[in-house]
């Protein structure tokens, strides 16, 4: 017998169950009520119309000896424990799915976060939104189907139970269609539904893939007039899901249409069945047949969304087997750091220069693991502004608050302040609280580099990596730039590994590593302070 491998998905699913157990047994419990009540509420209102109008045509006083009472409330009772329990099933049943995808999200994202950055860096936005978005939602209904197989058992048990007032024939007929139904709805939703599913979360990853790719570079496509073409391509991405849509729609309507042939045949062959133990229990039967079958629609459905589901657990199993990493210790002491053959101590600051493509930020990612070869010191002892800082689409606070979650407004204006850019948020509505729109796009370029500084700025470690930090600056405002990290780096005592084009802020350096040229590094005059020796 082959033995079942859990996979990470398998085990956050059953944890999340154990963690929403109550809900998830109420809602089985109301899913058993609806399905029996369903049925016999049906059969129960056949047999008592046909009843009522045999004992009508019967005359007078078969009429009068008719009891009227016993089920009419009989299918009140019933009408209303129906109502009762589907409410019940589906307040309980999406109150666990929903609070058990609350938590898988955030556990896809970290697990995301602690993959190597050759592979987590490789998702596009799109990608990595379809993940989060569409693959998550499709775990779903791993939590909302758990009721549907009690549901189908209840109702297809009630079935078997009233047609047995009208003989084990009608039963039989009932279980043979019962049976037809489910392996019919499997293997339909197998051959069509499950590639047509798949089809569908892998285009709605395309498509959201190019509308980011895109939508951040809108400016550049205005500029040359690509306008059309952009939408161009987002028509083309939004036809193929049109077409995956469709096709998964004529799959589940295949699996609709089986269910309702066989349906139909049940009810044809229970009422026959049926018919020598008069017309009230052939009714009875017939529609008893209908419900027992109808009842089996969770089941069908949930078959028909296996596809999209067993994409998205692929999908996330390769994201979730990348355990994340615990919260960085506070560093008991100030490390030194060793950069190629230059050994720092704490404090000191180093420049490294070089032309373009010669390695410089290569350099520096390695220094903090993003480039799969392990980081010579703990991530805590870092603050890094990146060539390319990517600002979140939130106020000023939250994009700062990245560096340090718990970091005081006074250290924020104290980050400002230094990187040149308080004056500009202060003069913004709501100050630390302005919005800045999607990757900062209500701020100006540069504004956007310094507010990456100032983020830089925030948090609290002994080895600042500044990459190209006055880039794209004025010559004024690269002036209050420098003067700001100098006062920081004094006040401070961190240490420094700059890159720089920019001969003003490598002045602040002790050292010199050039890349690129034959002379491999070279070191500031020793007998100069560090923020006095200039870069040959």
């Known amino acids: 017998m082959k033995k079942t491998v859990s996979t990470p998905l398998d085990t956050l699913i059953r944890e999340q169950k154990r963690v929403h157990a109550g809900n998830l047994r109420l809602a089985i419990l109301s899913a058993v009520v609806v399905g029996a009540a369903s049925t016999l509420l049906l059969g129960l209102s056949g047999w008592f119309i046909v009843a009522s109008a045999a004992a009508g045509a019967a005359g007078l006083a078969a009429a009068h000896a008719f009891n009227m009472l016993l089920p009419s409330a009989g299918i009140r009772l019933l009408a209303i424990l129906r109502t009762a329990a589907r409410y019940g099933e589906r307040l309980a049943g999406h109150a666990a799915a929903l609070r058990a995808l609350a ?9 995301l976060a602690a993959a190597p950055p050759q592979e987590s860096l490789a998702l596009s936005r799109g990608e990595a939104s379809a993940r989060l978005v569409q693959d998550v939602d499709a775990v779903e209904t791993r939590f909302v189907r758990l009721s549907a197989p009690w549901s189908a058992g209840a109702g297809l048990g009630a079935g078997l139970f009233l047609t047995a007032f009208a003989g084990w024939l009608p039963s039989l007929f009932i279980l043979t269609a019962a049976a037809a139904a489910i392996l019919s709805a499997r293997a339909l939703a197998r051959r069509y539904s499950a590639p047509a599913r798949a089809d569908v979360q892998a285009k709605v990853g395309a498509l959201k893939d190019s509308a980011a790719a895109l939508v951040s570079a809108a400016a550049e496509l205005r500029a040359y007039g690509l306008e059309a073409w952009a939408g161009e391509t987002l028509n083309q991405r939004a036809a193929d899901l049109d077409a995956a849509r469709l096709a998964a729609a004529r799959a589940q309507g295949l699996v609709l249409a089986s269910q309702a042939a066989i349906l139909g045949a049940a009810v044809a062959a229970a009422m026959a069945a049926a018919a020598p133990a008069g017309a009230p229990l052939a009714a009875l039967a017939g529609l008893a047949a209908a419900m027992s079958v109808e009842a089996l629609a969770g089941l069908a459905n949930a078959f028909d969304q296996d596809g999209a589901a067993t994409a998205a657990r692929e999908r996330l199993n390769a994201l979730l087997r990348h355990a994340p990493r615990p919260a960085a210790a506070a560093l008991a002491e100030t490390p030194a750091l060793r950069v190629l053959d230059q050994a720092l101590e704490p404090g000191e600051r180093l420049a490294i220069v070089g032309p373009s493509g010669c390695g410089k930020t290569t350099l520096v990612e390695t220094l903090l693991g993003l480039r799969g070869t392990p980081a010579p010191l703990p991530r805590a002892a ?60 209500r701020l100006s370029g540069g504004e956007r580099r310094r507010l990456a500084l100032a983020r830089a700025y925030v948090r609290n470690a002994p080895w600042l990596l500044l990459d190209e930090p006055t880039e794209g600056l004025d010559a004024a405002t690269e002036a209050r730039v420098v003067e700001g990290l100098a006062r920081r780096l004094a006040r401070t005592g961190q240490g420094l590994v700059l890159i720089s084009h920019r001969p003003a802020p490598t002045r602040l350096c002790g050292r010199v590593l050039r890349l690129g040229e034959a002379t491999g590094h070279e070191k500031g005059p020793a007998d100069k302070p560090p923020g006095l020796v200039t870069a040959p």
């Not at 938590?103 to 697990?111: K, L, M, N, Q, Y």
């Open 103 to 111: 938590a898988i999200r955030p556990a896809v994202f970290a697990s």
């Open 382 to 441: 870092f603050a890094w502004l990146p060539q390319d800082a990517g600002l979140i689409a939130g106020t000023v606070r939250e994009n700062m608050r990245l560096a340090a979650p718990q970091a005081s407004d006074a250290i924020l204006w104290e980050a400002l302040e230094d990187a040149g850019l308080a004056d500009r948020v202060r003069a913004a509505p709501g100050g630390l609280s302005a919005y800045l729109g999607d990757d900062g796009e």
